[in-house]
């Protein structure tokens, strides 16, 4: 490594770091604080990195990154499932909109190479801020959620065609050899069914592999050898490195290690798309930016019109929905991260010149950022221009537990490890048709329960991304059911400081760290071992003839009361004393109050107990027994005193009950 190249990147990372902050403050995008950033250190501006060439290895495996969380998110399956808006809307509104950009762009005198990059860069939308938008309204599955998903979906594999063809296209050239274009897709159509067929059959293999290793290293290494490995193989045959990171998402998406993939891999892609950013904002010209403002504007617009235009008039054709096309229409008007992907490839080949390159870029970044606002509007606009005709809410239904996949989970239950407890808890669920998703980190146990229809996936519960992906921010609660306390206290500290009112029950064997459950935020504590001896107890009483009504209360009284009653037992010759952690456990002792006893006539109050983490749990006086008694309490000749601590203070408390010290 060069010193000239570290001092270039230690300068970025500087600079992303205070730009970064400063945007998040004013509530703006990263995005526009990387682009910023690269505009400002870039040749065209300040002149600090004049040469833009030594990041642009990283800043290529950012988009390899990018493509490859891209790909995770394609869906085989989904795209069978909405074929119709898939193949009808979304592939029509492809073609349309590129040939409409096409013409407009000849319009303006430009090569046909430069038009089809443009086209291809306009055409597709964000996947990344409609999604994120639809989920955050809970319209993912509406009809207009529906439309937009449908045409994302064609969207990415048009992004394969482009990253296919771009590359063979020749600076020189003035016009499409056709010829050339249709043999490098077939070349990468073959390519794309071999990996996709290979990848089908070794990536889950290596990664389950990876997975029984229990080793987060080796599994954060598989991914992204994984990833890299493909964008290699494109490369060497011709093709894009992105097409590469594309293929080994969509070869790992329908694989239950999704989310802890997508996990794995955030950070990484986050530093090198940061990168990749900055050097599309370093080929960005300000002056000329500055003296194309006007057209900038113009073009934002017109794009934004243009495809709600194409997409409005396409649904309502094909599917009869005028209203929810027109708000699909809206949701889909803005140009996407693919495109800038696809204008540094082809910066990178000549095909488009820089001050053309600044204008389409500026464009695609002002119609993104425009999007949350027409989508915050769709409602209320489709409402007001279609007055007379039924507008579904934006509330979506809860969806039937039979039906439920881990992309419209909604008011939900997570279960966080699959176990015995685990299952038990999920079989109840599925009988009150309540839904649920498990989380667990045993790649056979995942297996098992995946081919038995369960609705599982892989993941590790200690990682933020992963519950977000299973959309904790929605659930009615989270269950954490790991048998260790230590490896559910650390997920529920994770889960809490992220999920301040997601509500989360905790199991545990014992009572032995019910208060440290407690101050890290569980909502309830299940202790195993006291819920066995209080259902014993239940089937005991009624067994007895007691009134079912009196039991359920006694039993409900315990809960409330923290289980108090039941901490601490008698010790044995052969109990154990220390836990596993090497604390104390809580014992309970009986002290008898003789005539000489300096507590007797004194209330318990009185007596300094309290500062040995010593109690009073009974005291027993003739045939009548008082348990849990108040501070009031008086002690009597001839009461025996249950004291109930850990071990090593119960002496120490039995003799200041007796001798007053």
């Avoid at 600076?171 to 067929?197: K, N, P, Q």
């Avoid at 609660?477 to 048998?483: E, K, R, T, Y």
Wanted: one cysteine or more; aromatic letters at 6%.
């Amino acid at each position: 490594m060069s010193q000239g190249f570290f001092e270039q990147f230690l300068v970025i990372l500087c600079c992303a770091v205070v730009a970064t902050t400063l945007f998040r403050r004013i509530k703006l995008p990263p995005l526009l604080a990387y682009l910023s950033v690269g505009a400002i250190v870039g040749p065209y501006s300040l002149g600090v990195i004049k040469d833009t060439h030594s990041i642009e290895l990283l800043s290529e495996l950012g988009v390899v990154f990018l493509l490859f969380m891209l790909g995770l998110e394609f869906s085989v399956s989904r795209m069978f499932a909405m074929r119709k808006a898939v193949f009808g809307l979304g592939s029509l509104q492809v073609i349309i909109t590129a040939v409409c950009l096409m013409a407009i762009c000849n319009l303006f005198g430009l090569p046909q190479t430069t038009s089809l990059v443009i086209a291809g860069a306009l055409a597709l939308s964000s996947t990344a801020i409609v999604s994120r938008e639809l989920i955050q309204r809970d319209e993912l599955n509406s009809p207009h959620g529906q439309l937009s998903v449908g045409t994302l979906i064609f969207q990415d594999l048009a992004a394969v065609f482009f990253l296919i063809v771009v590359p063979t296209l020749s600076s020189s050239a003035t016009e499409i050899d056709s010829a050339e274009v249709a043999l490098m897709l077939l070349e990468g159509s073959t390519l794309l069914i071999i990996l996709l067929l290979v990848g089908h059959i070794v990536m889950p293999l290596l990664f389950h592999e990876s997975a029984r290793s229990g080793s987060s290293d080796v599994f954060v290494l598989t991914t992204l050898t994984a990833a890299l490995l493909a964008a290699w193989i494109t490369h060497a045959a011709g093709l894009s490195m992105a097409l590469g990171g594309f293929l080994a998402g969509m070869m790992l998406g329908e694989s239950r290690y999704r989310y802890q993939l997508e996990a794995d891999i955030r950070p990484f892609r986050d530093v090198l798309l940061g990168l990749f950013f900055v050097s599309v904002g370093m080929q960005l010209d300000l002056s000329a930016l500055i003296d194309s403002w006007y057209w900038i504007i113009l073009f934002s617009v017109s794009l934004i019109l243009l495809k709600t235009f194409i997409i409005t008039l396409l649904g309502t054709l094909l599917h009869k929905d005028p209203v929810n096309a027109l708000r699909a229409g809206l949701n889909l008007s803005q140009g996407g991260e693919f495109g800038f992907a696809l204008l540094a490839l082809a910066l990178g080949n000549n095909l488009i010149e820089p001050d053309i390159n600044t204008i389409v870029v500026s464009t695609i970044i002002i119609s993104m950022i425009v999007t949350p606002i027409l989508m915050n509007h769709t409602y209320s606009l489709s409402r007001w221009l279609h007055k007379d005709d039924p507008i579904e809410s934006p509330q979506q239904k809860l969806p039937d537990a039979s039906q439920l996949n881990p992309h419209n989970l909604d008011k939900h239950v997570i279960i966080c490890g699959f176990g015995r407890v685990g299952q038990i808890i999920a079989r109840f669920l599925d009988q009150a048709n309540i839904p649920y998703i498990v989380v667990d980190n045993d790649p056979v146990r995942v297996m098992e329960a995946a081919t038995a229809g369960e609705h599982i996936c892989f993941g590790d519960a200690k990682r933020d991304d992963v519950m977000a992906a299973v959309g904790a921010d929605r659930a009615r609660m989270l269950i954490l059911s790991f048998p260790e306390a230590e490896t559910a206290m650390q997920a529920l500290k994770h889960i809490r400081t992220r999920f301040v009112t997601l509500p989360i029950l905790v199991r545990t064997r014992d009572d032995s760290q019910i208060e440290a459950f407690q101050n890290a935020g569980a909502t309830e504590i299940i202790p195993e071992a006291l819920e066995g001896s209080l259902m014993m107890v239940s089937h005991v009483l009624s067994m007895l003839g007691i009134n079912h009504q009196q039991i359920e209360q006694q039993i409900n009284q315990v809960r409330a009361e923290r289980y108090n009653l039941l901490h601490g037992y008698y010790h044995g010759q052969h109990s154990e004393k220390i836990d596993s952690k090497g604390r104390m456990k809580e014992i309970l002792h009986p002290v008898q109050i003789e005539n000489n006893c300096k507590s007797a006539g004194k209330s318990l109050r009185d007596i300094p107990l309290s500062k040995h983490q010593v109690s009073v749990a009974m005291i027993r006086r003739g045939d009548h027994s008082e348990h849990n008694p108040s501070g009031d309490t008086h002690i009597q000749q001839g009461d025996i005193i249950i004291l109930q601590g850990p071990n090593d203070k119960i002496a120490v408390a039995e003799s200041i009950i007796l001798d007053g010290k």
